[in-house]
T-cell receptor
Framework: GQNIDQPTEMTATEGAIVQINCTYQTSGFNGLFWYQQHAGEAPTFLSY??LDGLEEKGRFSSFLSRSKGYSYLLLKELQMKDSASYLC??????????WGAGTKLIIKP | GAVVSQHPSRVICKSGTSVKIECRSL??????MFWYRQFPKQSLMLMAT?????????EQGVEKDKFLINHASLTLSTLTVTSAHPEDSSFYIC????????????FGQGTRLTVV
């Protein structure tokens, strides 16, 4: 079966750095997304990786290793507004999005 | 990015009635629309995939007669929850994709359905 694993919840301090990991086993791979979702709202796009390596976009970076079926989202200089759920999603060989359960990130002052 | 508009954002209905949710792609042609539901503190669960002009493909466990999906044009898909019950109360989200090779699907704002 297809499976995406990410931690259920993480806590970090304002101004610090946090890394949210995602491992996947899917039938084929056509890219990996990270989305941010605040409670009661639709997900918003953060990043897309299809090749190995690190993609940096401001305070957020995303890394992919296809051979290891592994990705992480790195958030720097954490702000209180970064408190949200972070969803990892993989596009499989049929171009379907397979979703992880999300990681709830709690930022403390 | 492309814009997907979902309406209404919130709806409260009585048990036994039907509710229609619209999803529109405003600046691109959506050949494929996805409908998700999300219970509190859970991830998105794909309900069905619809391609313009053809019948929707429902995920296992989703009742096609209860959740009617219409994708009659390249810019509009609708989800109708028929004979709604309190257990249908959930957050429903649509997303739209241009072509199969497109990697990103764009989300609507979501609809919070409460059945009383």
């Amino acid at each position: 079966g297809q499976n995406i694993d990410q931690p259920t919840e993480m806590t970090a301090t304002e101004g610090a750095i946090v890394q949210i990991n995602c491992t996947y086993q899917t039938s084929g791979f056509n890219g990996l997304f990270w989305y941010q979702q605040h409670a009661g709202e639709a997900p918003t796009f953060l990043s897309y990786n299809v090749l190995d390596g690190l993609e940096e976009k401001g305070r957020f970076s995303s890394f992919l290793s296809r051979s290891k079926g592994y990705s992480y989202l790195l958030l720097k200089e954490l702000q209180m507004k970064d408190s949200a759920s972070y969803l990892c999603a993989v596009i499989d060989s049929n171009y379907q999005l397979i979703w992880g359960a999300g990681t709830k990130l709690i930022i403390k002052p | 990015g492309a814009v997907v508009s979902q309406h209404p954002s919130r709806v409260i209905c009585k048990s036994g009635t039907s509710v229609k949710i619209e999803c529109r792609s405003l600046d691109f042609q959506a050949t494929t629309m996805f409908w998700y539901r999300q219970f509190p503190k859970q991830s998105l669960m794909l309900m069905a995939t619809s391609n313009e002009g053809s019948k929707a493909t429902y995920e296992q466990g989703v009742e096609k007669d209860k959740f009617l999906i219409n994708h009659a044009s390249l810019t509009l898909s609708t989800l109708t929850v028929t004979s709604a019950h309190p257990e249908d109360s959930s957050f429903y989200i649509c997303s739209a994709r241009g072509y199969q090779g497109d990697t990103e699907a764009f989300f609507g704002q979501g609809t919070r359905l409460t059945v009383v």
